[in-house]
């Protein structure tokens, strides 16, 4: 038997939720949920974990902050000690008061960028990458269920077709792969 | 969790639907711009080229084009700088703060602002760097060991956090931005028709496919941006008037300047999106998401930081006076100033920030979109003086009567001024014209969750 992909189109989040809820409860296996915007509440009903992005930016930060203390320590302190103004330059938790501003700015700057290339890493989108949306509706105004009879073998693909008629489901395509 | 009132209007008005929202966004792109687009665009390229050709001439000769003497050595440049940069804290503030604020009217207003608050930031680093003199050392500013030895760069000076700041402030706001952009440029791929678009749109898009483990990610990215973009944008005026207050020259030397740089700076940049987003609104036809109460509750937001900012000049003046020193008789903010050789410029902030702005207090003045767009208009005006009388006001009384001046400007100042004014603006017309001018994704997602349960009577109940 050939592996299907189904691909069920809504209108609406909440009827895409809905049905999602049906077909999860049936025991049928989602694979993804195509949408213009964020569906809430979607994650939990198809399973997915929450993304561990916060924490990549997090460690991100901590190396900005690290290396900013660790290049303002050896510049002003260790390498090349100016008295500036009077200000202590014996010591670098004396002056460390100046640096403040250039080390809050680091921080920040290697936590966003940090993160934003991760995010895109992780999401595949990348400069030059082609569009890999099943059907162009679903940035404009439509709502998809992604199914693969792989991911569902103790399902007949008639018998998801069935359950996914019986919700307010506006069109079902289905594509052999 | 999500409570609605019943008496606020909806934020998108009419029966819009999913769709109808794509197309309102996507039909300036698709469609012929108007010729009055073409008329705008040409103008301001000229006025742009002329800036640049100024630049070109300053490079050419050195800073003495400008009409810099010895005693106000910081004039039109740093004002310029200053004023810039403030008009770039709006974008930010809207998409950053407002967003963890939950407040769910800057979706119609975050991209177009957050565009202006980078060709804005663009526009500040043109004047430090042109200040320099010699633009070909700007590579100076970095932590690079120079050439006669390993003299780094001083991290004690207000002006290093400067390079730090801007240009951490800059490309944060740009990935933020961008971010927000890939979804919306993904709806015009695979929209447009004409095979340069699409091109266009699909190398911009980079990919992006919408399903529900990117778009967890992307909310994610968002809340963690902005939670960072937040205290930078507080920091990075606090760090531009610590410029001025870490000095010892009198006026500039005040602790009050962090939060009063801040508080100007959300005055200025809300009035620079006002003025923007009111021609835009109407050019493009936008009036379902940018609507009355949107004008109204940026133009709260100025009568907030606008009360801040009069409180700190109200502060300033009487501190100057109460200290009894004498060089405090000619800051920007004194009897000195109100009376003196510059006290045209005195009252032309004064009149500007807080007489006219005052008028916001008045509900039919600040619901009016006419008003609002002139106010915006003062107050742009109104806050460039801020900066030029502290920068020249505080300058022009020098320790010693000898040393007293007054500034003229050359016509290389205000050349090198409009053409930033000019690149500015053929910059923000290029964005109207070929950028998804308004939040697709995010209007779309409060499209059916704002006023469900309004109970007006003006504006019919939204349909679900």
């Known amino acids: 038997m050939a592996n299907k992909v189904i691909y069920a189109v809504y209108e609406d989040p909440e009827l895409l939720k809905d049905a999602a809820r049906k077909l999860v409860t049936a025991g049928v296996h989602v694979r993804d949920v195509f949408s213009p915007f964020p569906v809430h509440g979607i994650d939990p009903i198809i399973g997915l974990k929450r993304t561990r992005l916060g924490i990549v930016s997090f460690m991100f930060g901590i190396m900005g902050l690290s290396l900013a203390l660790l290049g303002t320590w050896y510049m002003m302190i260790y390498d090349w000690p100016m008295n500036i103004g009077g200000k202590p330059n014996q010591f670098y938790y004396q002056n460390v008061p100046a640096f403040v501003p250039v080390l809050f700015e680091f921080t920040v700057l290697c936590a966003a960028h940090g993160m934003a290339i991760t995010y895109l890493i992780r999401n595949k989108t990348l400069p030059g ?49 | 969790m999500h409570q609605e009132s019943a008496i606020r209007p909806p934020l998108i008005l009419g029966h819009k639907t999913y769709g109808d929202i794509t197309a309102d966004v996507s039909a300036p792109i698709e469609n012929k711009a108007p010729t009055a687009w073409y008329v705008l665009i040409t103008i301001a390229a000229i006025i742009a080229l ?39 804290h709006a974008g930010t503030l809207i998409s950053a703060v407002l967003l963890l604020f939950r407040q769910k009217w800057r979706m119609a207003v975050n991209r177009s602002a957050e565009a202006m608050t980078i060709f804005a930031v663009i526009m500040a680093a043109v004047f430090p760097m042109i200040h320099m003199g010699r633009i070909w050392l700007a590579y100076f500013v970095f932590p690079l060991p120079n050439q006669f030895g390993s003299l780094w760069v001083n991290f004690n000076s207000a002006l290093l956090w400067d390079v730090f700041a801007i240009s951490t402030y800059f490309s944060v706001s740009l990935v933020y931005w961008y971010i927000g952009l890939i979804p919306d440029f993904a709806t015009l791929r695979d929209r447009v028709k004409k095979k340069w678009q699409k091109n266009l749109y699909t190398l911009l898009s980079f990919g992006w496919t919408g399903n529900a483990k990117a778009w967890q990610r992307f909310e994610e990215v968002s809340l963690v941006l902005a939670g960072l973009a937040t205290p930078l944008v507080f920091s990075v005026h606090s760090v531009v008037s610590m410029d001025f207050a870490t000095s010892l020259v009198p006026g500039w030397h005040s602790t009050i300047y962090p939060p009063y740089f801040v508080a100007g700076a959300i005055f200025s940049g809300f009035a620079m999106v006002q003025t923007l987003l009111l021609i835009m609104r109407k050019a493009m036809k936008l009036e379902a998401y940018v609507t009355r109460k949107h004008v109204e509750y940026m133009n709260i937001v100025i009568m907030v930081t606008g009360g801040i900012v009069a409180v700190a000049y109200a502060t300033e003046f009487f501190m100057g006076w109460y200290s009894g020193v004498e060089y405090e008789y000619y800051t920007y903010m004194s009897m000195g100033a109100a009376t003196g050789q510059y006290a045209w410029a005195f009252w032309a902030l004064i009149i500007c920030n807080n007489l006219i702005p005052g008028l916001l207090w008045f509900k039919k003045i600040r619901t009016s979109f006419f008003w609002a767009w002139a106010i915006s208009i003062v107050i742009n005006v109104g806050m460039w003086f801020e900066r030029f009388d502290i920068i020249v006001l505080c300058l022009h009384r020098d320790y010693m009567p000898s040393g007293w001046t007054m500034f003229y400007p050359s016509w290389v100042d205000v050349g090198t001024f409009l053409g930033t004014i000019g690149i500015f603006f053929t910059l923000y017309l290029l964005f109207a014209r070929y950028f998804p001018v308004l939040a697709l994704n995010e209007l779309k997602s409060i499209l059916k969750s704002s006023g469900e349960s309004y109970k007006g009577d003006v504006l019919p109940k939204s349909q679900h």
């Open chain 1, 129 to 177: 990458m082609p569009a890999r949306n099943p059907d162009p509706r679903t940035t404009d105004d439509k709502f998809i269920i992604e199914l693969r009879t792989e991911d569902n073998h103790g399902h007949a693909p008639e018998a998801i077709t069935g359950m996914l008629r019986d919700t307010a489901v506006l069109e079902i395509n289905e594509r052999h792969y």
């Open chain 2, 50 to 88: 002329y800036g640049v050709a100024c630049i070109l001439y300053l490079f050419s000769k050195g800073i003495g084009v400008w009409g810099l003497n010895k005693t106000i050595n910081w004039a039109w440049d740093i004002t310029n700088f200053v004023w810039w940069v403030g008009i770039g």
